[in-house]
């Protein structure tokens, strides 16, 4: 693989304050899957992940690679989990009071998980699940409910509303458990389009029940 030279000649920093500045601008870079800056010194170089680099340093040359752990973390003030890095978390805010998180899958498989700062969600299982239900049983599907209580990683524990959608050979799965109190909250929904536990979707959203944590 060719690597990139950045020459870079130091005046009044020494090595070490170097190296640092290095290390937190790549300790960021772990969490993202763009392409970044850099920035030494006031300087900006564009740099990749799993790209080869060398700093020149006092004619000294350091080799630097930035590779992404398989395994990422979010972490929120409100709750964190665990996921894959080929998985991309969006962020939006969908109203005043609600902002959400969404992974999705090429095959339409995912979750969703909302966090409330002005209301107490733990109401709104039967009404969400009624929701994302509804046109698949007007088109024809069976719906089979398996709720049952889940217990986080934290030691928390939550119900889950489970929906079993089933048409012919097709199976959606649809999950969706509250945590709350006054006026906040945290809401999420799984939907798994097959009936399968070892595809992508699958991995991703047991991979995210399994790591959890409300906070």
């Not at 030279?5 to 960021?28: A, D, E, Q, S």
């Not at 799993?50 to 006092?58: C, I, P, Q, R």
């Not at 929904?189 to 991703?204: F, H, I, Q, V, Y």
């Amino acid at each position: 693989m060719k690597t990139s030279t950045i020459n870079y000649n130091p005046t009044k920093n020494t090595m070490k304050n170097l190296f640092c500045i290095v290390f937190l601008c790549l300790t960021n870079l772990i969490t993202s899957q763009e392409d970044y800056n850099i920035e030494i010194n006031g300087e900006t170089f564009e740099i990749a992940l799993d790209k080869a680099y060398e700093f020149n340093v006092k004619n000294k040359v350091y080799k630097v690679k930035v590779k992404q752990k398989d395994t990422l973390i979010y972490d929120d003030e409100a709750f964190s989990f665990k996921f894959l890095k080929d998985h991309k978390v969006s962020k939006t805010v969908v109203d005043q009071g609600i902002e959400q998180l969404m992974m999705m899958t090429a095959e339409g498989s995912g979750l969703i998980i909302q966090k409330y700062s002005t209301l107490n969600p733990t109401m709104l299982n039967e009404l969400m699940i009624n929701e994302v239900t509804k046109e698949s049983i007007n088109y024809g599907y069976t719906l089979e409910r398996q709720d049952y209580e889940r217990t986080l990683s934290s030691g928390k524990k939550i119900n889950v509303n489970k929906a079993v959608l089933t048409y012919n050979d097709e199976i959606n799965i649809y999950e969706i458990a509250t945590s709350g109190e006054k006026d906040q909250g945290v809401l999420i929904m799984t939907m798994k389009m097959d009936g399968s536990n070892s595809s992508s979707g699958a991995k991703l959203i047991q991979l995210t029940w399994d790591t959890l944590k409300i906070k």
